[in-house]
Antibody, heavy 119, light 108 residues
Framework: EVQLLESGGGLVQPGGSLRLSCVVSGFTFSSYDMSWVRQAPGKGLEWVSTVSGYGEITNYADSVKGRFTISRDSSKNTLYLQMSGLRAEDTAVYYC????????????WGQGTLVTVSS | DIQMTQSPSTLSASVGDRVTITCRASQSISRWLVWYQQKPGKAPKLLIYKASNLESGVPSRFSGSGSGTEFTLTISSLQPDDFATYYCQQYNSYSSWTFGQGTKVEIK
């Protein structure tokens, strides 16, 4: 059974940092790109970032470029999103998802973790 | 970046109605399109992949069609469980993901 389990969300002040994790099981982690997608309260889905299977290629939305860093650890089957310089507009549920720029069908998503940026 | 334009943004319908949602891409994406259903507080659920392939376990009243820049999701006979928000997404290789704005299907 495929599972993606995010953690690390919470309340953070503007300008602060947070690291999200996504532990994956049920498929060969290093064989697929992995992505982060977010959804602000009451809004639609927004792609945030993608990392290639071995972590050598990363891609970011303009809205987070220079502030967020995506990475992965195949020994732990874990995807990360290091977020810094957080802004109120980064408040959202963050989902990890299987796939990215490799053409993989984005068939599996985590349950999401809520990040709230507020003073 | 490839832009996805989804319409309508809201749709009011009754149980048993046939419902169609449209998604347009700003450039050709061949058939690299998926459709999701999302309910409040839940992750998106995959319904259709490669524009017209029904995901395992999804009821056959859902269908997808199209290629290139024009795509549709059809629900042949709307059921009470289908009231939700629907999103299209392109997943073209070598291009970052982009999503339609969403279509909320409401009870008429």
């Amino acid at each position: 059974e495929v599972q993606l389990l995010e953690s690390g969300g919470g309340l953070v002040q503007p300008g602060g940092s947070l690291r999200l994790s996504c532990v994956v099981s049920g498929f060969t982690f290093s064989s697929y790109d992995m992505s982060w997608v977010r959804q602000a309260p009451g809004k639609g889905l927004e792609w945030v970032s993608t990392v290639s299977g071995y972590g050598e290629i990363t891609n970011y939305a303009d809205s987070v470029k220079g502030r967020f860093t995506i990475s992965r650890d195949s020994s732990k089957n874990t995807l990360y999103l290091q977020m810094s310089g957080l802004r109120a507009e980064d408040t959202a549920v963050y989902y990890c998802a299987k796939g990215g720029m490799d053409g993989t069908i984005p068939d599996y998503w985590g349950q999401g973790t809520l990040v709230t940026v507020s003073s | 970046d490839i832009q996805m334009t989804q319409s309508p943004s809201t749709l009011s319908a009754s149980v048993g109605d046939r419902v169609t949602i449209t998604c347009r891409a700003s450039q050709s994406i061949s058939r690299w399109l998926v459709w999701y259903q999302q309910k409040p507080g839940k992750a998106p659920k995959l319904l259709i992949y490669k524009a017209s392939n029904l995901e395992s376990g999804v009821p056959s009243r859902f269908s997808g069609s199209g290629s290139g820049t024009e795509f549709t999701l059809t629900i042949s006979s709307l059921q009470p469980d289908d009231f939700a928000t629907y999103y299209c997404q392109q997943y073209n290789s070598y291009s970052s993901w982009t999503f339609g704005q969403g279509t909320k299907v409401e009870i008429k």
